[in-house]
């Protein structure tokens, strides 16, 4: 794009001024102008490039570049309407979601990041890697990352760790709630998520700003588990908090917690300890893969 024709690259930038905002705080004038070029690409059919800033971040290879799509024009729709969902489902507004690619090293971008400033990078990679498995991976994923975004925004977990633990626990049980939510995923038996689960942790998280433990497999199992059940209740971020670490120190440690908060619901309550002994069994890794997996 040599011969760029820079009156129409100036009103094109412009309509698209705030989607460059998501570019590196480095830009300057020349990665203005690339930016612009790319701008004028789109007519080209490579949105791909249209935020194509030439560097993202230093979470991310030098040679990955932001998007606005991922596969399909409907794979793009999908994960945008799941990222609205997810959101909705929290009572919150989204946040922006865009993708990263790396076309010289398309293996780099097997991450996705929640950012405390308030947006979701989800690399190519990763997409591609869990849509092999089905679109719920993806959309486990996506859940688990918007609730860092509830955990930055609220303050949570509630409960404090000398690790990131507590905090990819609860961020793996909102996920696990999402599934479950008539006006959410809306997956009514477990079994149809388990499997999508067991991609979620193989990846193992990229939040950056929680480095450290992430909880051993078969906790984050249980986490899931248990915020599937919360998911049979309409619960707002306040309230999956509090239950969720009212139920799961149980699990984790044998005791529970013994103050109740205005969130605490006996009809709940009961639900929950019926499955207690499920949920410690998925925890000490005594139930089996098959059993799992065909958890109602
Ligand atoms: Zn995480």
């Not at 004038?29 to 789109?42: F, K, P």
């Not at 998280?205 to 059940?229: C, I």
């Not at 639900?271 to 089996?288: A, D, Q, V």
Request: proline fraction near 3%.
């Amino acid at each position: 794009m040599k011969n760029l024709n820079r009156k129409v690259a100036y009103v094109l930038g412009v309509t698209f001024f705030s989607m460059l905002q998501s570019c590196s705080k480095d830009t300057d004038v020349a990665d203005v102008e690339s930016a612009e070029e790319s701008v004028l690409a789109i007519s080209d059919a490579f949105p791909e490039e249209l935020h194509n800033c030439g560097y993202v971040d230093g979470n991310w290879s030098s040679t990955a570049f932001l998007s606005n799509s991922i596969g399909s024009t409907s794979e793009t729709n999908f994960m945008q309407t799941q990222n609205s969902k997810i959101a909705s489902v929290w009572g919150r507004p989204a946040v922006p979601l865009s993708f990263v690619k790396d076309n010289s090293n398309p293996n780099s971008t097997y991450n996705a990041i929640s950012y405390g400033s308030g947006k979701i990078y989800y690399g190519q990679a990763i997409y591609n890697a869990a849509k092999a498995q089905g679109q719920i991976a993806n959309v486990m994923i996506l859940a688990h990352e918007y609730a860092h975004q509830l955990q930055f925004t609220y303050g949570y977990p509630s409960k404090n760790e000398t690790t990131a633990r507590a905090a990819e626990l609860e961020a793996d049980g909102m996920a696990g709630y999402y599934l479950r939510r008539p006006n959410g995923y809306n997956k009514t038996s477990f079994s149809q998520i388990a499997a999508a689960y067991e991609f979620a942790e193989s990846i193992g998280d990229n939040n950056t700003s929680s480095p450290g433990h992430h909880g051993r497999s078969y906790q984050r199992r249980s986490a899931v588990r248990l915020g599937f059940l919360l998911g049979a209740y309409d619960l707002n971020a306040a309230s999956f908090d509090y239950n969720f670490f009212y139920y799961y120190n149980g699990v984790l440690n044998g005791s529970y917690k013994q103050e109740k908060s205005e969130f605490f619901n006996p009809e709940m309550d009961k639900y929950i300890r019926s499955y207690t002994k499920e949920l410690e069994r998925i925890k000490n890794g005594e139930m089996t893969d098959e059993e799992y997996f065909e958890l109602d």
